[in-house]
């Protein structure tokens, strides 16, 4: 009697469950180990689908564009922020207006072909895989 209450209490005390972890004298063995990732594999499963390179080229090149614009917006507005206490060149401030607009329409350009090229690889690459399944 006084054994079973001894058992019930050390129950209680560890919360009623039992260690699932290694046993004494076991090395512990962690989750599997999964390869590395084949780049190789995925180049090639990405050639399959046959992307249009022309629009992750026009993307890129349009986002470089876009991006040294916008670098050249402050470097502009330093010259127009200097001139305040002076004469203030209407050109000037035209220029850096036509600047920033022109680079927020090539940034929207960029952004808009390679989230085209994006989508239609993906749908590629679905169209792929249901074929492969079916």
């Given amino acids: 009697m006084q054994e079973q209450k001894f058992e ?13 972890g290694p046993q004494p ?31 992750l080229v026009v993307g890129l090149v349009l986002g ?8 050249l917006v402050p470097k502009i507005a330093q010259q127009l922020i200097n001139q305040l206490g ?17 680079s927020a329409i090539f940034s929207a350009v960029a952004g808009t072909t390679l ?4 989508e239609n690889v993906v749908a590629k690459l679905r169209d792929f895989l249901w074929a492969k399944i079916l």
């Fill in 8 to 20: 019930q209490q050390q129950d209680f005390q560890s919360g009623g469950r039992q260690f699932q």
């Fill in 25 to 55: 004298g076991q090395d512990f063995q962690g989750p599997p180990r999964r390869s590395g990732f084949d780049f190789k594999g995925f180049l090639g499963l990405i050639r399959n689908v046959k992307p249009r390179y022309w629009q």
């Fill in 64 to 71: 470089l564009i876009a991006t040294s614009m916008q670098l």
């Fill in 86 to 102: 002076h004469h203030v060149n209407m050109m000037l401030v035209v220029g850096v207006l036509a600047l920033f607009v022109l």
């Fill in 115 to 118: 989230g085209i090229f994006g």
